[in-house]
């Protein structure tokens, strides 16, 4: 059975492409000839993804992926051309997936055409890749086990094309050599995609879409349910991964990428005989439209979460968004949409679509162009109706995302634009920035979101901090991650508003209310905290300070954590203001179009303007912070206007009177069930209420443990074989035993200082593994013990390995962002004791004094501090001690807190092969952990007599 179209399907397909879509057949015919003419052949090397690979030297901008150039790389910003392995050996991933596609464009056009040239191009590319396919090296990956790319999802984009176009060509009666290809490519590419299950990220949706595309080619049944109905199948991206809204969970970015893996999805179990429930399929197809809800003024995406600056929608593949979301169900928004990108009046220029150098489904973004019907792509070709329905709609209105959590006022028949994003968080691609602001006019962003740069600089750590936003902090640290809350949205005619709450620290609740007017909105955040807090608001508006503020010396001083943003801003200046006092952003008399603020802290406050990364890739741009200190209780409030009819805002109390240019003064307040605005103009008077109210109380703040914070309740993994007393029943800690002698350790102790030890052997049930399987990377092994003194406590780890690789301390990691030293052979430790912690990559440095072990401390674990640290190397491998200084005593009784993770690696690997973890790997893969822990998975250890 054909995985998308069937003979009858391909029949009406081909009176399409030489009618109405005739355009869309020969433009693509046109993209293809230079590839059929050029003779391709596959690569032979592996994709590798690195810090400088792929990035300008200059400005950091992303190059230009051109198929036709192997080794001359252009900044798409600045024209500079790069040459280089590492640039080199970036350009073969988006050129593998460009030749999967191309062999897809191929098969397409032959189904529908009969070209037999498109059929011999496309039947050429499966055979060279049944042929390579086992070559590449299944090693050294970022994200999942992967041969020719370093990330398993990419594999997975690539094998679902190279499936399509297999299937196509057999449909079609093409000449190809089905057999190869399903044993030497389909087969084993497949069972790897199956051995690396990402639940429900938006990269396990392709990773279905190509099992299930895989599966059906091979005619394994039994094993194709699983990947529709399974619990990261089909069925539950569409259930839990898409909200009730039809988003994605991760936001616009992955919004666009999830909802075209499951669009293959749908295509590929419907073409089974699948069926998939209709409210699933409903939320999938209100996902087309959910795409454009919240586009900003000048039709490109807002950055929020994990996503590009300044995403276009003027690209073709969002026009084929639209295309195919007609073909499913008619909807207003789409073709309004469509009427916007097809305008040949549009305010964008002619130019190449950049669908020639598209590199599948992994897309890039490109400039806003010009677009007709014959830009689209091979999807469209096989999918899309034959003419578009007539709409006389344009432009988009107000809306609330309610499973997205984001609220969007448009004005001005969209010119103007305000949101406050408060609900999800977001997972792995969130951000820490619940109550969020945003404001734009026109293509000007006044608050702005400054999106997410490379994964692999170390700037990601800015761009995922709450300082990067307009939204709320606590005592210098990003906000606990947590979703918020809405208590209250309404839109009228020439009025809004909407508020929401979220705990952004364990006992600090803050409350943002945005009221949305003609010509001006109010914003006010309110905070209830349960400790003497620092709260700060950034305000990322590069406007200048003025009304009653008094300069002082200071600089703003953060938490200092990773990703708490402080490390990479600069203060310029700082103000002080007192309680109420009134200051102001922007010219007070600027020209129209310029941001003008009016603002009041309720407590008194420090305002600071500091310069930290702009949009990435990262010039360096001004914004302010006001930051209040110890208050338990406080609001900023600011009046943001955009046009001059904005006169003078008072202040008065909860509330606020706005006076126009014109003699109009609008007096708000809030009231038990919303917002009360009272309008008096011309000698008469009315009023607005402005209800819609959820919930009106700011909860009290209450004292809780923040989340990742440890609660040390993790017991021995059930398979881990460990020497300690027997424990009481249903005791879940470890129990350290009377001191005993011990030959090889703890030697140097006195009988009194000694309280007793455990010791662990760890092997497979303990292995966190990369793309070998324990077995297959030799079975590593290594002996833990842990001891415990009236002040110390000791962790002595012996491993057993051929050939240990211990990183320099003078070593860079060209990859990624992550310390050199985790890709080499070393041990990760964990301690919390008390009210106190600390964490440490500890590494045997050979080359240094004997014994020596170079320790680095980890970012957000406390401030114990190592005693004596010391190393050997063994007839098996090596063996590193370390003491941990407590600066309270330990009682019996007493419990602490640890974990050790043993890295290990290979002499032909660039990174770290696995971990051997002390409290177990919960069935994880090593990809993307870094030196990071989760506390709460610390094992308890309980001193006795």
Request: some cysteine; glycine content about 10%; proline content about 6%.
């Amino acid at each position: 059975m054909p995985l998308l179209l069937n003979s009858d399907a391909l029949a009406r397909r081909r009176a399409v492409a030489a009618g109405g879509l005739a355009p869309l057949a020969d433009s693509l015919a046109a993209d293809l000839e230079r590839a059929i003419g050029a003779g391709l052949r596959v690569p032979r090397e592996k994709a590798v993804l690195s810090r400088a690979g792929g990035v300008c030297e200059r400005d950091g901008s992303p190059l230009a992926f051109d198929p036709w150039s192997p080794h001359e790389h252009r900044c798409a910003t600045c024209g500079q051309v790069h040459r280089g392995a590492l640039h080199d050996r970036w350009w073969l991933y988006p050129y593998q997936l460009w030749l999967a596609e191309r062999a897809v464009h191929g098969a397409a056009l032959y189904a529908v055409r009969g070209d037999e040239r498109h059929a011999r191009f496309a039947a050429d590319l499966l055979a060279q890749y049944a042929v390579s396919y086992l070559e590449y090296p299944n090693r050294d990956n970022v994200l999942g086990p992967t041969r020719p790319f370093f990330s398993t999802y990419l594999e997975s984009i690539w094998l679902l094309h190279l499936c399509v176009a297999l299937d196509l060509l057999e449909a079609a009666g093409a000449p190809v050599d089905g057999a190869a290809v399903r044993e030497r490519l389909v087969e084993p590419s497949s069972a790897l995609i199956a051995s690396y299950d990402e639940g429900l990220s938006n990269r396990q949706v392709w990773n279905n879409a190509a099992l299930i595309a895989a599966r059906r080619l091979l005619g394994v049944e039994q094993d194709f349910d699983p990947v529709v109905y399974g619990p990261s199948g089909l069925l539950a991206h569409l259930e839990d991964g898409l909200l009730d809204d039809g988003t994605w969970y991760e936001g616009e970015n992955y919004h666009q990428f999830a909802h075209r893996g499951l669009w293959y999805g749908l295509q590929l179990a419907g073409g089974a005989g699948r069926e998939l429930p209709e409210t699933a399929v409903a939320r999938f197809d209100a996902g087309y439209a959910a795409t454009f809800a919240t586009a900003l003024p000048d039709l490109t995406l807002p950055a929020r979460k994990d996503s590009q600056y300044a995403t276009s929608l003027r690209q073709w593949r969002f026009a084929e968004h639209c295309e195919l979301g007609l073909a499913r169900h008619d909807d207003g928004v789409l073709r309004a949409m469509l009427a916007e990108l097809y305008d040949p009046d549009a305010p964008a220029p002619d130019g190449d679509t950049g669908r020639a150098s598209s590199s599948a489904e992994a897309e890039r973004n490109g400039r806003p162009v010009r677009l007709t019907r014959a830009d689209l792509g091979w999807k469209s070709l096989l999918f899309a109706r034959e003419a578009l329905p007539p709409t006389r709609e344009r432009g988009l209105r107000s809306v609330l995302l309610h499973g997205q959590g984001v609220a969007v006022f448009r004005r001005e028949r969209g010119r103007v634009y305000a949101a406050l994003d408060y609900g999800q968080s977001g997972g792995g691609h969130g951000h820490p920035d619940r109550l969020n602001l945003l404001l734009s006019v026109g293509a000007t962003r006044w608050l702005d979101d400054l999106g997410t740069g490379s994964y692999v600089d170390p700037s990601l750590h800015w761009y995922r901090s709450t300082l990067a936003h307009n939204a709320p902090l606590v005592d210098g640290h990003s906000q606990w991650r947590v979703d918020g809350q809405l208590e209250a949205f309404d839109e009228r005619e020439q009025a809004g508003w909407a508020r929401a709450q979220a705990r952004i620290w364990p006992d600090v609740a803050v409350q943002r209310t945005l009221v949305v007017m003609d010509g001006y909105c109010i914003d006010q955040l309110r905070w209830r905290a349960g400790h003497a807090a620092t709260v700060a608001l950034p305000i990322h508006c590069d406007a200048e300070l003025g009304g009653q503020l008094k300069p002082v010396r200071a600089r703003y001083a953060g938490a200092g954590g990773l990703e708490d943003g402080d490390r990479f801003v600069t203060t310029e200046r700082a103000w002080s203001s007192a309680a109420n006092a009134r200051v102001q952003l922007g010219p007070g008399d600027g020209p129209a179009g310029e941001p003008r603020g009016f603002a009041r802290c309720t407590v008194p406050a420090v305002w600071y303007t500091l310069s930290g990364p702009g949009q990435p890739p990262g010039t360096r741009r001004r914004f302010h912070v006001v930051e209040s200190r110890g208050a338990m209780l406080g609001a900023v409030c600011t009046v943001w206007g955009w046009t001059r009819d904005l006169e003078s805002v008072e202040w008065t109390g909860d509330g606020v009177i706005v006076r126009l240019r014109d003699g109009a003064r609008h007096v708000h307040r809030p009231v038990d069930q919303g917002w009360h605005v009272d309008i008096a103009t011309d000698g008469s008077s009315r009023y607005l209420e402005l209800d819609g109210v959820i919930s009106d109380e700011l909860p009290l703040a209450v004292t809780a443990e923040r989340m990742g914070t440890p609660t040390f309740t993790t017991a021995i993994p059930e398979e881990s074989e460990v020497t300690v007393e027997t424990a009481p029943e249903g005791y879940n800690g470890i129990m350290l035993s009377p001191a005993r002698s011990h030959a090889d350790w703890w030697s140097d102790a006195s009988p009194d200082q000694r309280l007793g030890y455990a010791v662990y052997h760890l092997g497979a049930p303990t292995y966190r593994r990369s793309e070998q399987t324990w077995d297959e990377a030799g079975r590593p092994a290594a002996r833990v013990a842990v001891a415990a003194a009236a002040r110390l406590i000791v962790v002595d780890v012996q491993m057993t390995t051929a050939n240990p690789r211990f990183v320099p301390a003078d070593a860079v990691n060209p990859y990624d962002n992550e310390a050199p030293d985790i890709n080499g052979d070393g041990v990760q430790l964990y301690v919390r004791a008390g009210q106190d912690g600390g964490a440490w990559m500890l590494v045997p440095e050979p080359a240094a004094k004997p014994g020596t072990v170079r320790a680095r401390p980890l970012d957000g674990w406390g401030g114990l501090k190592l005693g004596r640290t010391s190393w050997r190397r063994t007839r098996e491998g090596y063996e590193l001690r370390a003491e941990i200084a407590l600066r309270e005593p330990l009682q019996v009784g007493a419990d602490f807190w640890l974990d050790v993770l043993v890295n290990e690696t290979a002499p032909d690997r660039e990174r770290r092969r696995g971990q051997l973890i002390l409290s177990g790997p919960d069935g994880e893969f090593v990809y993307l952990r870094g030196d990071r822990h989760d506390p709460a998975r610390l094992l308890r250890f309980t001193v006795v007599t």
